[in-house]
T-cell receptor, first 113, second 112 residues
Framework: NAGVTQTPKFRILKIGQSMTLQCTQDMNHNYMYWYRQDPGMGLKLIYYSVGAGITDKGEVPNGYNVSRSTTEDFPLRLELAAPSQTSVYFC????????????FGQGTRLTVV | QKEVEQDPGPLSVPEGAIVSLNCTYSNSAFQYFMWYRQYSRKGPELLMYTYSSGNKEDGRFTAQVDKSSKYISLFIRDSQPSDSATYLCAMRPMDSNYQLIWGAGTKLIIKP
C-alpha cells in the first residue's frame, strides 16, 4: 500500500519557469490537499479538493493552480516561478471531510533561483 | 501574533523520561485539535486527534485540551530514541471544514 506518492522529491527551478508537482493516492480518498511548509512557519493550505472535478482555494493560492480529473491524482501547477515559492510542498489525502485525519506524502523540496 | 504558538525547541530529554509538548492558541472557536509527528525530510503523520476538551490516550501518548486556558498538550511516556522528531499541532474551528491552523512545530530529541 503506497499511500500518497509525490514526485519529484527535489527540484531546482529558475525564476519564470513553470512546473507541475505530481501527487497520487491509492486509498480511494475523496479529499486531497496541497500544503507548503516554510522554516519556522506552520503548514499553509494552498488548494484542496473534495472529489474529482471539484477544487477550491486555500489560504495561499496565488501563483498556483490545481486540477482533479480523477480520484487518485491531484497535481499542483506552478506558473512563472518566483523565489518566494521556494518551500517544501506536501500533498495529503483524507477519507472524510473536516481535514482531521490526513495522510501525507513525503514532500517535494523546491528551490527557485 | 501567530494564532497557534509552539516553542520550536529543541527539547532534549533522556530516554525513558516523560515528555510534555504544548501549544497555545488565541482563537476560542477552535474545536478540533490534532498532533502530528514529522521525522526529518518526511511528511507529517497523525498521532492523535481530539474534539473539544478533555484527555485522550493512545499507548504511550496522551493528548490533553484545556479550552479555558487555550492550551493543548501532548505527553509521551517512556520516551524512546525513535520518538525523536518534530511534533506539530493543528487545530480548526467547527465552521471550517478544511482550513487547519498549524503550529510551527517543536523539535524533540531523545538521548539514549
Amino acid at each position: 500500500n503506497a499511500g500518497v506518492t509525490q514526485t519529484p522529491k527535489f527540484r531546482i527551478l529558475k525564476i519564470g519557469q513553470s512546473m507541475t508537482l505530481q501527487c497520487t493516492q491509492d486509498m480511494n480518498h475523496n479529499y486531497m490537499y496541497w500544503y507548503r511548509q516554510d522554516p519556522g512557519m506552520g503548514l499553509k493550505l494552498i488548494y484542496y479538493s473534495v472529489g474529482a472535478g471539484i477544487t477550491d482555494k486555500g489560504e495561499v493560492p496565488n501563483g498556483y493552480n490545481v486540477s482533479r480529473s480523477t480520484t487518485e491524482d491531484f497535481p499542483l501547477r506552478l506558473e512563472l516561478a518566483a523565489p518566494s515559492q521556494t518551500s517544501v510542498y506536501f500533498c495529503a489525502s483524507s477519507p472524510r471531510g473536516g481535514n482531521t485525519e490526513a495522510f501525507f506524502g513525503q514532500g517535494t523540496r523546491l528551490t527557485v533561483v | 501574533q501567530k494564532e497557534v504558538e509552539q516553542d520550536p525547541g529543541p527539547l532534549s530529554v533522556p530516554e525513558g523520561a516523560i515528555v510534555s509538548l504544548n501549544c497555545t492558541y488565541s482563537n476560542s472557536a477552535f474545536q478540533y485539535f490534532m498532533w502530528y509527528r514529522q521525522y526529518s525530510r518526511k511528511g507529517p503523520e497523525l498521532l492523535m486527534y481530539t474534539y473539544s476538551s478533555g484527555n485522550k490516550e493512545d499507548g504511550r501518548f496522551t493528548a490533553q485540551v484545556d479550552k479555558s486556558s487555550k492550551y493543548i498538550s501532548l505527553f509521551i511516556r517512556d520516551s524512546q530514541p525513535s520518538d525523536s522528531a518534530t511534533y506539530l499541532c493543528a487545530m480548526r474551528p467547527m465552521d471550517s471544514n478544511y482550513q487547519l491552523i498549524w503550529g510551527a512545530g517543536t523539535k524533540l530529541i531523545i538521548k539514549p
